[in-house]
């Protein structure tokens, strides 16, 4: 016996467009939305495509859909779920503790890296710029390059918090790129680079100011 026929994306689509007008405020909170003849006739799609968008923001809380008196407005986008704020509670907490780690190693390897250290350093900035790099990827080149400079202090104990902090860094990491992708990464690797001048300058205060910028800037993605 043939499978079902699933449904088509085009309500899925419907719904994202009409989401996209509410939050760019075309309907203010509250506000009736037109009619369903109007209505589907703006996004190009037939009545029954237009119930299920409705009936999909709704079950997110977004509309209300009230017998004989229409669909209005009662949110003005998707509220996250408590695992959603539970994940982002935990990825601040993540990134204020690298602060406190990665940002005093950064001084003191602008005090202490041999060229052995920039050379790792480099070649591991190099890696964290790679094209095609899927998330999980990406986050351990990074934090192959972090490491470089922490290992670059030579400080043991900054090394073994560090290693063994390492796993849950790298599941909030990609947790935080899933649900927020970096806003430029140009000037996210603009800023892996300057630290890494400011090391082989033996630039201490401007090796810390770099680290903590950088992670500073990914806790305020967040808070």
Do not use: C, Y
Not at 98 to 105: F, L, Q
Not at 144 to 167: K, M, Q, S, W, Y
């Amino acid at each position: 016996m043939p499978s079902p026929v699933q449904r088509h994306p085009l309500a899925a689509q419907a719904a994202d467009v009409l989401l996209e007008r509410l939050r760019a405020g075309e309907w203010p909170l509250g506000h009736k939305l037109p009619g369903e003849t109007t209505l589907a006739a703006q996004l190009g799609v037939g009545r029954s495509t237009l119930r299920e968008a409705i009936r999909e923001l709704s079950g997110k809380g977004i509309l209300d859909t009230r017998q004989g008196s229409g669909v209005f407005v009662t949110a003005l986008d998707v509220p996250e779920n408590r695992d959603t704020v539970l994940r982002r509670a935990s990825i601040v907490s993540v990134i204020e503790a690298r602060i406190a780690i990665e940002a005093e190693a950064a001084g003191l390897a602008a005090e202490r890296r041999t060229p052995a250290d920039l050379r790792t350093m480099r070649r591991a900035l190099m890696e964290r710029r790679a094209d095609g790099q899927s998330i999980d990827e990406h986050v351990d080149a990074d934090m192959g390059f972090h490491r470089a400079v922490v290992l670059a202090a030579h400080n043991d104990v900054f090394t073994e918090l560090f290693d063994g902090f390492i796993p849950r860094v790298r599941t909030a990491m990609i947790d935080m790129l899933k649900i927020r992708p970096l806003v430029s990464e140009e000037a996210d690797h603009a800023l892996h680079t300057a630290l890494v001048q400011a090391v082989a300058d033996r630039d201490p205060q401007a090796a810390t100011e770099f680290s903590r910028s950088h992670l500073a800037a990914l806790k305020g993605a967040f808070v």
